[in-house]
């Protein structure tokens, strides 16, 4: 069964799971000449998927107070 948890409350959702936000982080592009002709621009990184935005203050709170950056693992 495939699904989502929040990663705050660890809730379970089956998939698909309408009205959960799901944070991303942009990787930036690769500057090199051969990465560019191939396609290699960068992309995207799950950070988190929340079920509420409570969840989603939360996790934020951590992230500010400790300090720390990137996915909550």
């Known amino acids: 069964m495939t699904g989502a ?38 992309g995207t990184e799950v950070i988190g998927t929340f079920c509420s935005p409570k969840c989603v203050a939360e996790h934020a709170y951590v992230m500010a107070v400790t300090g720390s950056t990137g996915s909550p693992a």
């Open 5 to 42: 948890q929040c990663d705050s409350c660890r809730k379970f959702a089956v998939a698909p799971s309408e009205g959960w936000l799901i944070l991303f982080q942009v990787q930036p592009a690769a500057s090199s000449l051969m990465s560019m002709i191939g396609g290699g621009g960068g």
